[in-house]
């Protein structure tokens, strides 16, 4: 089942939003306002987000930046064209200008949900001097290859594909699920200690970060 984040203080626009989703059969997440958001976002691993541009706190177009790997569409009220090219500059992926049929809005949804994610599967990932090859599945620090085990493969490679963004305990145990269902929160913690010792033997750096109340995070520095 697909996940979608409805992000609006709107308490109306977002029930109704709610309603239409779960009917489709997709999981539903909320949040009112910008700050918010960013903690929901921190927590769960949506499949896709609804933003609003008018939030209380922090904007929505504040939001955006902070929303790495997951596609956004814009619903607002505003009409303005540099305002829809900017955002689409910035990273959503489509802009929808209320008031809207809900129909298209399901119809949009389903087209980002279904891309092919292939190539994007096979390109190699790097942060600095830290590289990970999908299709060889060869880890590098600076030239010098890296041994992991799977899971900490699939940890790595979670976190080169957001990074600088904090992930949560429960996000990253659902997102490596697939790969390593045998990891578990009370073994999670064993796994991402070899796995950051293993990174700073070979690079000197401290790659991975502790955020505290939250999870990890790769630190791009």
Not at 5 to 21: K, N, P, Q, S
Not at 43 to 65: F, K, N, T, Y
Request: some cysteine; charged content about 25%; hydrophobic content about 40%.
């Amino acid at each position: 089942m697909k996940t979608i984040a409805i992000i609006d203080d709107d308490i109306h626009i977002g029930d109704v939003l709610e309603e239409i989703l779960r009917r489709e059969g997709y999981a539903v997440l909320r949040a009112y306002s910008g700050t918010e958001a960013l903690y929901l976002l921190a927590q769960h691993r949506p499949d896709l987000v609804l933003l609003d541009l008018m939030l209380p706190g922090l904007s929505g177009e504040d939001v955006l930046p902070h929303i790495q790997g997951v596609p956004v569409i814009i619903l607002s009220a505003k009409v303005d064209v540099e305002d829809k090219v900017q955002l689409l500059l910035d990273g959503a992926v489509d802009y929808i200008t209320k008031p809207f049929h809900p129909q298209e809005l399901l119809a949009r949804i389903a087209v980002q949900l279904r891309r092919p994610q292939a190539e994007e599967a096979q390109q190699v990932l790097t942060v600095g001097e830290l590289s990970l090859d999908p299709l060889s599945r060869q880890v590098t620090v600076a030239g010098q290859e890296v041994h992991l085990t799977k899971t900490e493969y699939a940890l790595l490679k979670l976190f080169l594909q957001h990074p600088n963004q904090a992930i949560s305990k429960s996000v990253i145990l659902e997102r490596i699920s697939l790969d390593t269902p045998h990891c578990t929160d009370s073994s999670l913690k064993q796994h991402m200690s070899n796995l950051r010792k293993k990174l700073r033997q070979a690079s000197g750096k401290e790659y991975l970060q502790s955020v505290w109340g939250i999870g990890f995070r790769l630190s791009q520095e």
